[in-house]
């Protein structure tokens, strides 16, 4: 018998949550009526500007975002999309860009400014390579999700159909961020990726989380044991993918026996924070939002 809540959701398909998609963990208190969005990064939008969704992923700045706006949503800390960065800024192989210093004065590619991958590598060119953001010239295809928000002023919109990937191997700019994995004939502005993202994990301890939960408030104000239970789920979920060998922190580069994706805003607090930290010199949020404003 199904539970009498159901709730409308839009969750990805990350390994970490995965087994609730396979119908391996459920609640005997609330169902997920699942909605298949694609590409995925439009539920985001959908969930902030229309609350379609009563469960929904999203990403932390745009959560920021959207709560400052006033939009009637809570976080839960629930990361349900994790991953290194240093690899997330790309040239074409045959490129004479040699490093993050190389950038300056050259065109990068996002799909949008507050992007969390784009976010997260932009802060570690600042902070660990010494770069000055405005010295680059940004190129994004599209606005932030929640519209009471713009981009600064360094940052240029130029709406386009081509991927970002077809605009890097067009030569019509530079690098991009925000590709999955190193697609053919591109590799990493930062050399020795993966090294280099180790060693700032053993210096920082951070696992960059880029996306949490949130829920429609009215939903929550009605059931406010949905915190609880939602959490349940999510982490038993979390618990097959490490009993089946799926979340190997190992394939992160990352040292062996690491748990990953653990719930909690304490668990996450380093990681969370620097990104809020991140999103703020970027001009993403304004310096009144904190980290624990956005969580239940």
């Not at 609730?20 to 439009?42: K, M, N, Q, T, Y």
């Not at 280099?196 to 408030?217: D, K, Q, S």
Request: proline share 6%; with cysteine; aromatic share 6%.
């Amino acid at each position: 018998m199904q539970p009498a809540l159901q709730l409308k959701s839009a969750i990805g398909d990350m390994v970490q949550v995965r087994p609730l998609h396979e119908g391996l963990v459920i609640s005997d208190r609330f169902a997920l009526e699942r909605v298949r969005v694609e590409p995925f990064h439009v539920a985001f939008r959908r969930m902030v500007r229309t609350l379609e969704f009563d469960l929904s992923e999203i990403p932390v700045a745009t959560l920021g975002q959207a709560i400052h706006a006033g939009v009637p949503i809570v976080g839960l800390p629930v990361p349900t999309s994790c991953r290194m960065h240093h690899a997330s800024i790309l040239c074409a192989a045959d490129s004479d860009i040699r490093g993050p210093r190389d950038l300056v004065g050259r065109k990068v590619l996002a799909r949008s400014w507050p992007q969390t991958t784009g976010v997260w590598i932009r802060g570690i060119l600042q902070s660990d390579y010494g770069i000055a953001l405005r010295d680059i010239d940004w190129i994004v295809q599209e606005g932030p999700h929640v519209p009471q928000f713009a981009d600064p002023d360094f940052v240029t919109l130029v709406e386009s159909e081509e991927s970002p990937l077809s605009l890097l191997r067009a030569g019509k700019v530079d690098a991009v961020t925000g590709l999955h994995g190193i697609p053919e004939g591109t590799r990493p502005v930062i050399g020795n990726a993966a090294e280099a993202g180790a060693e700032w994990y053993a210096r920082t301890g951070i696992f960059p989380v880029n996306h949490v939960l949130c829920l429609r408030r009215d939903v929550l104000d009605a059931h406010p044991w949905l915190v609880q239970a939602v959490t349940e789920v999510f982490d038993r979920a979390r618990e097959i993918a490490q009993e089946r060998g799926d979340l190997d922190s190992t394939r992160h580069g990352l040292p062996a026996g690491l748990q990953l994706y653990k719930s909690g805003l304490e668990a996450n607090r380093k990681s969370m924070q620097t990104l809020v930290d991140f999103s703020i010199q970027q001009e993403i949020l304004p310096a009144s939002v904190t980290l624990d404003s956005l969580f239940v």
